[in-house]
């Protein structure tokens, strides 16, 4: 039976949701891996009972090789905007490799949709973000062995990204808030981060039932007239859909064009190769635009009674009301440096 879990990855906006649903009834202890024993991110979990850190470098195998053998299960989610996407796609293999060899007994990989693969490989879907991702975890589920359990949890855009990130309405001066995306008729298939914690808590938990098991999570799949007219429901506040094009999109950007995909980059994992900014998010934005990617939501239904099941629900349990509040890591930890 597993008894402590490593979650590297524990300070992000998903981690930290992990670590809080894997330990609030003390079932687990966990391991948060941090570079930084003192940030206020890692500080914050680890005044919960039940959480400790060990201070290392993802990049680092002798960390990885030190950390794995304190515990007996892992969850995974490297940050792709901090180290790339070649980076990602090698160092997820290897972190895989070396659960196996140090006896893990249920290894867990925080995921993302495979867009080009789920695109045909039409190279109009390619986002490094995403696909880094999807190809770990097409190889770990092909080459999982019998010592280790193996299980592999598909998120996608939170919708938390309504406070903090590229969802974020324009405040107009009458009040209006103006939701500006290039995403036309398309969907896109929105979670919630606290019900990301408990999927991964529901795998851990249920280890035979999730050995093998990629399994794709979402809320909803949220069209803009959806999002606009429960704006305006909850809120009471006049909002608007404006649709444009990519290279509209991208002209308001404050990413400049030729900015790396790897925005939030480390000075350990220089990035020089790999997609700009721009091209990332045209594959990431066209995968919802023509609504590439699916979602079983009678089988999250089964596992997560309980899971929030529409953005309108969604905003009525956060009070949303279209301001901004600061949610994803990078970007705070961006703003802290003072760098728009």
């Not at 995403?130 to 359990?149: C, P, S």
């Not at 209006?176 to 019900?195: C, F, N, Q, R, S």
Request: overall charge neutral; aromatic content about 12%; proline content about 4%.
């Amino acid at each position: 039976m597993i008894k402590k879990i490593l979650v590297i990855g524990a300070t992000g906006a998903q981690g930290s949701t992990v670590v809080r649903a894997l330990v609030h009834d003390k079932k687990y202890e966990v391991v948060i891996f941090t570079r930084n024993l003192s940030s206020e991110h890692a500080q914050e979990l680890l005044s919960l009972p039940g959480v400790s850190a060990f201070q290392g470098n993802t990049l680092n195998e002798k960390d990885i090789y030190a950390a794995f053998r304190q515990v007996d299960g892992v969850y995974c989610n490297l940050d792709g905007f901090a180290i790339g996407e070649i980076n990602e796609t090698y160092w997820g293999i290897r972190t895989f490799e070396i659960a196996i060899e140090t006896g893990i007994k249920h290894y867990v990989w925080g995921s993302l949709d495979y867009l080009v693969k789920k695109g045909g490989y039409n190279s109009k879907y390619r986002c490094g973000h995403y696909d880094a991702k999807g190809r770990v975890a097409d190889f770990i589920l092909q080459n999982k062995t019998k010592t280790m359990k193996v299980s592999v949890l598909t998120s996608g855009p939170y919708m938390e990204m309504l406070f903090d990130g590229v969802f974020v309405p324009k405040l107009q001066e009458d009040g209006t808030l103006i939701y500006a995306h290039p995403i036309g008729k398309g969907h896109v298939p929105m979670v919630h981060l606290e019900d990301i914690g408990k999927y991964a808590r529901w795998i851990f938990d249920h280890p035979q039932k999730s050995d093998g098991l990629d399994l794709e999570v979402a809320t909803e799949h949220v069209g803009w007239k959806n999002l606009v007219d429960c704006v305006q429901r909850v809120t009471g506040k006049k909002a608007v859909f404006i649709d444009l094009s990519l290279q509209d999109f991208f002209a308001k950007s404050p990413m400049p064009k030729d900015a790396p995909a790897a925005w939030a980059q480390t000075p350990d994992a220089k990035v020089t190769t790999g997609q700009t900014y721009w091209e990332n998010f045209s594959g990431w934005w066209s995968a919802w635009h023509d609504d590439i990617v699916t979602r079983d939501y009678e089988m999250l239904d089964n596992i997560l009674p309980d899971r929030v099941r529409s953005l309108e629900e969604w905003m009525r349990k956060v009070k949303y009301d279209g301001a901004f509040r600061p949610v994803l890591k990078d970007l705070v930890d961006r703003r802290k440096a003072g760098i728009r």
